[in-house]
């Protein structure tokens, strides 16, 4: 082990992060050198949780120095315990209690139109990212994570998926590939996390290796709620294989589509039209399809251009996409309003729905509307089409 | 002489000095309550014959016009910010001023900019005595430590005319940057190199101050037209090099918002607005140049052309934005009180319904009336606001001197005044127990709009219940303080001392607050 480690970022253009070093000494106690924007009014309090953590690893002798811009107390608490486990070996957490809000489950075909990605390094882009109400939060520990940073990110995105408020939203992971990712999910499957991305998906045992070790994490911690899976096809080889993967557990609850490393690997260009995914973005609808879950659209990069967005948002939907990504809040409310039912759409539903509703009352075996009939998949679906309406204020 | 004297607690519960500097001051009676009497102040009677016939009144330089108009130990000086941080002008004073061994001035500025830093060495050798008017950065620091000789004084743009008319401050000498002017001492601001759009914060100085001096760089023959200055207020005219600096004239932000939280908060705030019927056909508004503040007018203009309506008048600071709507015909008029960008000047000069005013006609408190109290929807920022509405708009709240008053006390009167602000900044909640200083009795603000939520003021019951139905997120405000102590913690006071280091006046002239020495 080192003596001296140290995590986060500093300098202009960073807030709401800090910058935490710390070195062991030989003796003369605990230092704290602290330089914060707001150390008149959180001064004291940031010394005495860099006491408390110091505290909690057992250390006698050390030299912590802390750079604040205005850090909430989750994130400067993850930068010292991220600067700390380089100098100390130790299997212990530090956590901050995590609220009642944080800790419940979702259901497996819960709506997943929008889910905004995140970075996992990147605290200032967390904070308010529930108030723009997307269907999940992804807290990003692959690609948006420069790789001498993922060390740090883990425990940053651990703190974040107990403190952060998620205002309703689905608290996502990705995690890394591989062995990388498998270690991630160590830091959050014992703290409530919802869903799961798995990257660059190529065969079931992608999935089911990765959902072996949260069924072993979750007994070990014995969490209550389920953990759903997402996969996202990336490459050639992945959409040949998408139905295998989209029915490798009963866990996957959405098989997503990542066009830009998919487009990469077929050695074309992505264009707003898409043509060059279609067959993609077909195989992965049909093959979340036939295996009862949703199919999820890969994110829109312009994030300048809503327009487009909108237009990109209705073939997808027309496709047989449930939902996309997202990388920018402003994308939610185009994505929202153009996955949402429109009025012809939900007034058909609602005479399904009715004409169900009668058929039970009188105890016939069969709905009809008018002289049609009509199967119970198209009941189900009227269902799932009224309740979201009445979601989004449309009924 | 002491900084002050006579603590007295005010109709607002705030302690206030009732000397300041040797001169008595009344303390806050409460909104519209204090209505002096007597006779305005009146400069000293001057004759025609006194002054060139043909109409010339060139100086060659700064220092001598100064000599002439008798610059002595413990004169009032005022100067202007339509350069903001690009003037070149109250600096030169002060070097002139010291350099021949002035002491103890009063600096009577309409606002102080960053680059009057300056200025530092003149108040820490004697040359400036104290400055009444708004101190950020280096010199709100430098106050807020509490080093300067004289306690400082803020006010609104229309307080400082209340000042000027009730002869509280009487100006011995205004020094007024013009873009052009000519050699009688005519000028404006919509032509010339420093072009700014328009001078009104010297209007009040030039009609009131004994020696008035008018430096250009763009001196045109008689007549400089428009005359926004009128010459015949005017002692000397000086032709200087450069005025300001253009690209630091236009300082003000020119770009709507990119942060998705701040959009957010603009979109919410216009939804509010929308749903509380505040927008109508023929509705007026006031908004800032802040980023926040264009996208809400930008969100505003969306509801007016989805709704074939119009705003009677936009109340600005304008720039390219209240500018294309003026153009697109979703405004009548633009009543300007500063120019923020060359669109603004641009339109200012070309267009008649561009209009410049002053804070006479905007603010002035002893007017029969003015503008303010007519304007629907007034969009405002704070510092701080308290779970009583009270808001502060000059200190940090670690208590250091951040911002001036402006015109922000002024606006205050508009039918419905309107604070969207984040909850917290960098951590710190903007909605506290008490605010450290008072800017704004609660009774003044209305509605605050966070990203997290909507509080309306208890005395707004017509606003609760239009809101109700609007499916927007409105809280309490003691709920939304409390939110954002559950994200960020709760802060701890700052250390002030005992110590006042400036005061803050109301628009009637009366000490709504005492601003503290801040403690390291």
């Known amino acids: ?395 | 002489m002491k900084k002050y004297d006579k603590l007295v607690t005010n109709a607002a519960g705030r302690k206030v000095p009732t000397i300041i500097n040797g001169e008595e001051h009344i303390p806050f009676k409460g909104v519209g309550k204090y209505k002096p009497s007597g006779r305005k102040h009146a400069t000293s009677i001057a004759s025609c014959v006194d002054y060139p016939e043909d109409g010339n009144k060139v100086i060659p330089d700064l220092k001598e016009a100064l000599i002439k108009a008798g610059l002595k130990d413990e004169m009032t000086i005022s100067t202007h910010h339509h350069f903001r941080n690009g003037d070149l002008i109250a600096n030169q004073i002060f070097d002139i001023a010291h350099e021949l061994g002035i002491k103890n001035l009063r600096w009577f500025p309409s606002a102080s900019f960053p680059c009057h830093e300056h200025l530092i060495p003149y108040l820490e050798d004697g040359t400036i005595h104290h400055i009444e008017g708004s101190m950020n950065g280096a010199l709100g620091k430098y106050c807020s430590q509490g080093k300067m000789d004289g306690l400082g004084i803020l006010r609104s743009h229309g307080g400082r005319y209340q000042a000027v008319q009730d002869g509280e401050v009487k100006i011995d000498i205004a020094v007024i940057g013009a873009p052009t002017a000519d050699p009688f001492g005519n000028a404006n601001g919509v032509n010339g190199e420093a072009a700014c759009g328009l001078l009104g914060f010297a209007l009040a100085d030039s009609e009131y101050a004994e020696k008035v001096i008018v430096v250009t760089d763009n001196l045109v023959p008689f007549p400089a037209i428009p005359w926004q200055i009128q010459g015949n207020y005017v002692d000397y005219v000086v032709k200087v090099d450069k005025v300001g600096i253009p690209e630091k004239i236009i300082s003000g932000t020119t770009q709507i918002t990119k942060s998705p939280d701040r959009l957010l908060i603009a979109e919410m705030t216009a939804q509010f607005c929308e749903a509380t019927g505040l927008i109508y056909d023929g509705f007026s508004y006031q908004a800032g140049a802040g980023g926040t503040s264009l996208s809400i007018g930008i969100y505003f203009s969306e509801i007016l052309k989805k709704n074939n309506w119009k705003a009677r008048f936009i109340r600005a600071g304008s720039n390219k934005y209240p500018v294309q709507m003026l153009e697109e015909g979703l405004a009548d008029y633009i009543l300007d009180g500063q120019t923020f960008d060359l669109d603004g000047v641009r339109s200012m000069r070309e267009n008649p319904n561009h209009v410049w005013t002053s804070p006479f006609t905007s603010y002035n408190y002893h007017g029969k009336g003015n503008f303010a109290s007519m304007v629907d929807v007034v969009i405002l920022g704070a510092t701080e606001v308290d779970i009583n509405f009270n808001a502060n708009v000059v200190t940090h709240s670690d208590g250091y001197l951040l911002h001036g008053i402006g015109g922000w006390q002024n606006t205050l009167f508009g039918k419905t005044t309107i604070l969207p602000i984040p909850l917290f900044r960098d951590r710190i909640p903007v909605i506290r127990d008490e605010v450290t200083t008072l800017c704004a009795p609660g009774e003044m603000i209305d509605v605050i709009v966070t990203e997290r939520g909507i509080a309306i003021n208890p005395l707004r019951a017509d606003l609760i219940e239009k809101a109700k139905e609007s499916g927007l997120p409105v809280k309490t405000i003691q709920e939304l303080k409390e939110e954002a102590e559950f994200i960020c913690g709760v802060p701890e006071k700052p250390k002030l001392g005992d110590e006042i280091v400036a005061v803050i006046k109301w628009v009637d002239g009366t000490v709504l607050d005492s601003v503290y020495k801040v403690l390291e």
């Not at chain 1, 608490?77 to 130790?90: G, L, N, P």
């Not at chain 1, 994570?145 to 740090?152: G, L, N, Q, S």
């Not at chain 1, 205002?167 to 991630?184: H, P, S, T, Y």
């Not at chain 1, 237009?311 to 309003?337: A, T, Y």
Request: proline share 4%.
């Open chain 1, 1 to 395: 082990m080192d003596n001296t480690g140290f995590a986060g970022n500093e300098g202009t253009g960073v807030r709401s992060d800090a910058r935490v070093s710390i070195q062991l000494l030989k003796s003369g106690g605990i230092q704290i050198d602290l330089k914060s924007k707001v150390k008149t009014l959180f001064g004291k309090q940031i010394i005495r949780l860099a006491e408390e953590i110091i505290h909690f690893f057992d250390i006698q002798h050390a030299r912590m120095d802390i750079v604040d811009a205005g850090a909430l107390d989750f994130v400067l608490a993850a930068r010292m315990e991220a600067a700390i486990k380089q100098v100390v070996s130790s299997e212990k957490e530090f956590l901050l209690p995590q609220p009642e809000e944080n800790k419940n489950g979702t259901l497996k075909d819960k709506f997943r139109f929008s889910r905004l990605y995140l970075p996992g390094n990147s605290p200032k882009l967390m904070i308010n990212a529930g108030i723009h109400q997307p269907n999940g939060l992804i807290l990003d520990l692959e690609d948006a994570v420069a790789p001498d940073k993922k060390y740090e990110a883990r425990f940053l995105v651990r703190n974040a998926l107990r403190s952060l408020r998620f205002n309703g939203a689905e608290r996502m992971v990705r995690i890394n590939q591989g062995e990388a990712g498998l270690k991630d999910l160590d830091f959050v499957v014992p703290h409530h996390v919802n869903l799961i991305l798995i990257p660059k998906c190529e065969s079931a045992e992608d999935v089911i290796t990765v959902n072996e070790r949260i069924q072993q994490l979750r007994k070990q911690h014995q969490t209550e709620h389920q953990v759903w899976l997402m996969p996202i096809i990336e490459s050639a080889l992945g959409v040949i294989k998408a139905y295998e993967i989209a029915s490798a557990c009963e866990q996957v609850a959405a098989l997503a589509i990542g066009l830009e490393d998919y487009t990469a690997d077929l050695g074309t260009q992505r264009t707003n039209e898409g043509n060059e995914s279609f067959f993609a973005r077909s195989m992965v609808v049909n093959s979340a399809k036939a295996a009862h879950i949703q199919a999820i659209d890969s994110v829109f990069s312009d994030v300048s251009d809503m327009e487009a967005l909108a237009e990109n948002v209705k073939r997808s939907k027309n496709l047989g996409f449930d939902g996309m990504g997202c990388i920018h809040p402003r994308q939610i409310k185009v994505i929202h309003e153009n996955f949402a039912p429109e009025p012809k759409e939900i007034e058909k539903a609602r005479k399904i729905v009715e004409a169900f509703e009668i058929a039970q009352k009188e105890g016939l075996g069969v709905v009809s509307l008018g002289s049609k009939m009509i199967d119970p998949p198209v009941v189900k679906r009227a269902m799932r089409t009224v309740e979201l309406a009445k979601s989004m204020g449309k009924i």
